[in-house]
C-alpha cells in the first residue's frame, strides 16, 4: 500500500509519515519546506519505503500528479498560522483552499479514493455552544478556519459526483515533539531570554485543550479505519481544557524556574482569531473507540521538555 502526506516534513505530517511505515506503507512525502523542517524525517535516510520530494502544492498540475500511484492521501500541508492571515489574506486560500481541489482533481483523475484531512477547531470560530459538536456551524472568526471549513466543503460536494471519500479531522491544539509554533514554544524563547519575566498574550484565561501528537495520529487512523465515508467530520481534541496561566506553569516548572513575573497584555484574546475558550464534543471518536492516551499536562511537558532539548 502506498500513500502520499502533504505538509510530510512538518509537525504533525512527519508523525503521520513515521506511523504509516509502521503499518507496512511506502510513504511519499510532500513539502514546500515554507514551515516544515526536514530535520523531521532525517531519521528515515536510508528507509526504501520512504521518499520525499519537495513540491508545492499551489502547482496545480505538479500536485495533481503527486497523487498518482498512491491508495491514500494524508493531506496536512497548510499555512496553519492563524495570526498570518491577519496580514496575508490570500495566504490560506492559496496554500489550504486551492492546493485541496488540485488533490481532489488528481485524486480524479489517478482513481484514489481516500484523504485524510487535517481540518482544525479553528472552524467553530467562538462556539458559543460547547462542548461544540461535529454538526455546529458558527461565525468565522479567522481566514484560516474558514478557509479549512471551505476545503471540507469543496470535497464534500466532490464525494457526490464521484467515488471520493474524505474524512476531515478538527484538532483542537496539537502538541508533542517537532512542535515549533504555539504557545508553549514562544513562552519557552521567552523565557530562556528573559527568566525572570513572561509576557502572556491575552489575560491567561484562554481555555484550551491540549492534544498530543500521537493520540492525533491514533485518532485519524481510528476514524479512518472504523467509519466508511463518504464525507466524515471528527473532532479530535482532550476532555480537560487547560487555561493559558495554566501553560505557564507547566513551562516555569519544566525550566525549573521560579518569582517569574507575569505580564498580561490584557484582554479575553491573545490576538484576533484566537478563541478564548475551545470545548469540543469528543462523543463521537468515543463512540467509535478513540480517547486520548496522553492527559493535557503531560503533552505540554513533554513538549516543554522537547523545545528545550532541541533548541
Ligand atoms: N498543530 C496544531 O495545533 C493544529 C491544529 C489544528 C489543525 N492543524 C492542521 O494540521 C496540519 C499540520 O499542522 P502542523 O502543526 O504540523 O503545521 P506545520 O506548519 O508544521 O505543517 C504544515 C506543513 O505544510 C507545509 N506547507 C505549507 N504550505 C505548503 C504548500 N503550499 N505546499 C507544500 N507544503 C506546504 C509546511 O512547510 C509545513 O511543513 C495543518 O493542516 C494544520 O492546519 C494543526
Known amino acids: 500500500?502506498?500513500?502520499?502526506?502533504?505538509?510530510?516534513?512538518?509537525f504533525i505530517g512527519s508523525h503521520v509519515v513515521d506511523r504509516l511505515l509502521e503499518e507496512g506503507y511506502e510513504v511519499t512525502a510532500v513539502d514546500n519546506l515554507s514551515e516544515g523542517h526536514l530535520e523531521n524525517v532525517a531519521h528515515l535516510k536510508g528507509d526504501k519505503r520512504f521518499r520525499f520530494v519537495k513540491l508545492d502544492l499551489k502547482d496545480a498540475k505538479a500536485t495533481e500528479k503527486a497523487v498518482a500511484g498512491n491508495d491514500v492521501i494524508f493531506h496536512m500541508a497548510a499555512q496553519a498560522n492563524i495570526r498570518k492571515s491577519i496580514v496575508d489574506h490570500r495566504g490560506d486560500l492559496d496554500n489550504n483552499l486551492i492546493p485541496m481541489i488540485s488533490l481532489l482533481d488528481g485524486m480524479?483523475?489517478?482513481?484514489?479514493?481516500?484523504?485524510?484531512?487535517?481540518?482544525?477547531?479553528?472552524?467553530y470560530g467562538e462556539a458559543p455552544v460547547v462542548p461544540t459538536p461535529e454538526d455546529y456551524l458558527s461565525k468565522q472568526t479567522s481566514l484560516y478556519g474558514a478557509s479549512k471549513l471551505a476545503a471540507e466543503a469543496w470535497s464534500n460536494a466532490y464525494s457526490q459526483f464521484s467515488p471520493i471519500r474524505v474524512w476531515s479531522f478538527r484538532f483542537a491544539n496539537v502538541v508533542g515533539e517537532r512542535c515549533r509554533r504555539g504557545v508553549i514554544w514562544d513562552f519557552v524563547h521567552k523565557l530562556q531570554k528573559n527568566p525572570k519575566?513572561?509576557?502572556?498574550?491575552?489575560?491567561?484565561?484562554?481555555?484550551?485543550?491540549?492534544?498530543?501528537?500521537?493520540?492525533?495520529?491514533?485518532?485519524?487512523?481510528?476514524?479512518?479505519?472504523?467509519?466508511?465515508?463518504?464525507?466524515?467530520?471528527?473532532?479530535?481534541?482532550?476532555?480537560?481544557?487547560t487555561?493559558?496561566?495554566?501553560?505557564?506553569?507547566i513551562v516555569v516548572q519544566e525550566m525549573r524556574l521560579d518569582r517569574?513575573?507575569?505580564?498580561?497584555?490584557?484582554?479575553?484574546?491573545?490576538?484576533?482569531?484566537?478563541n478564548k475558550l475551545?470545548?469540543?464534543?469528543?462523543?463521537?471518536?468515543?463512540?467509535?473507540?478513540w480517547v486520548p492516551g496522553v492527559s493535557s499536562h503531560e503533552a505540554i511537558s513533554k513538549t516543554a521538555r522537547w523545545i528545550l532539548s532541541n533548541s
Open 243 to 249: 487555561l493559558v496561566d495554566e501553560v505557564a506553569d
Open 197 to 241: 519575566e513572561l509576557e502572556i498574550l491575552g489575560n491567561g484565561k484562554q481555555s484550551k485543550e491540549y492534544l498530543y501528537v500521537k493520540d492525533c495520529v491514533e485518532g485519524m487512523m481510528v476514524g479512518w479505519q472504523k467509519t466508511t465515508g463518504p464525507v466524515e467530520a471528527f473532532n479530535l481534541g482532550q476532555p480537560r481544557q
Open 278 to 289: 475551545v470545548e469540543l464534543s469528543l462523543e463521537k471518536m468515543k463512540k467509535i473507540g
Open 108 to 123: 480524479i483523475k489517478h482513481k484514489v479514493n481516500d484523504m485524510i484531512f487535517a481540518s482544525s477547531s479553528a472552524v
Open 1 to 10: 500500500m502506498k500513500a502520499l502526506v502533504t505538509g510530510g516534513a512538518g
Open 260 to 274: 517569574v513575573l507575569r505580564k498580561y497584555t490584557g484582554g479575553e484574546h491573545g490576538w484576533i482569531g484566537d
